[in-house]
């Protein structure tokens, strides 16, 4: 199993361009999120998806749309992106909404000029 | 809302010792979950050891243990025989029994810097 993988692994962007990070889960669970961590910062909550069909806000969903494209897949879009959203973004995915372990993608490092 | 709270930026052992990072939270729940993950400089978040908050036996994993301390809402990860591969950042992250919302998901600290000395 590869567990969680995130794809790219690395990203440049300018001020104003659009991207959509994938991530793709092959443990069957019902549950992924999206991460994203800043230096300094743990990791805060931009989007879940407690299953198949549902996606929620989190912390800091400014910016960001998601996609739960089918159970294993769940894409992380910026439409307009912007300095701000420089971060390192992890993807990660649980059996269950809560309380379940949450396991984690090895992250993908979008610089945004 | 819940807080949590890691007050040593970095903590620095020699191999084959002892170490204990600290991590607080605040809470008016009762019941939740609480998480120590590690993240080796490849950036991959990788659990550590997880507790729940109605268990008093603190959890164990390998040379892995914690101390929960539920009145004085403290949870902090003992690393016993340190070795080279245990340098990493360590997040402890608290997660809530309630369904719905963002409550229900990880709430990180800003974690702590462990060096391992040779």
């Known amino acids: 199993n590869a567990g969680v993988t995130q794809t790219p692994k690395f990203q440049v962007l300018k001020t104003g361009q659009s991207m959509t990070l994938q991530c793709a889960q092959d443990m069957n669970h019902n549950s992924m999120y999206w991460y994203r961590q800043d230096p300094g910062m743990g990791l805060r909550l931009i989007y879940y998806?407690?299953?198949?069909?549902?996606?929620d806000k989190g912390e800091v969903p400014n910016g960001y749309n998601v996609s739960r494209l089918n159970k294993r897949e769940f894409s992380l879009r910026l439409e307009s992106a912007a300095p701000s959203q420089t971060s390192v973004y992890f993807c990660?995915?649980?059996?269950?909404?809560?309380?379940?372990?949450?396991?984690f993608g090895p992250g993908t490092r979008l610089t945004v000029l | 809302a819940q807080t949590v709270t890691q007050s040593q930026p970095e903590m620095s052992v020699q191999e084959a010792e002892t170490v204990t990072l600290s991590c607080t939270y605040d809470?008016?729940?009762?019941?939740?979950?609480l998480f120590w993950y590690k993240q080796p400089p490849s950036r991959q978040m990788i659990l550590v050891i997880r507790q729940e908050a109605y268990k008093q036996q603190n959890a164990t994993e390998n040379r892995f243990s914690v101390n929960f301390q539920k009145a004085a809402k403290s949870f902090s990860l003992k690393i016993s025989d340190s070795q080279l591969g245990d340098a990493a950042m360590y997040f402890c992250?608290?997660?809530?029994?309630?369904?719905?919302?963002?409550?229900?998901?990880?709430?990180f600290g800003k974690g702590t810097k462990l060096s391992v000395k040779p």
């Open positions: 990660a995915s649980s059996a269950r909404p809560n309380p379940d372990t949450q396991y």
């Open positions: 809470t008016s729940e009762s019941d939740y979950y």
């Open positions: 992250a608290y997660r809530s029994l309630n369904y719905g919302g963002s409550q229900g998901n990880l709430i």
């Open positions: 998806s407690a299953s198949e069909g549902t996606t």
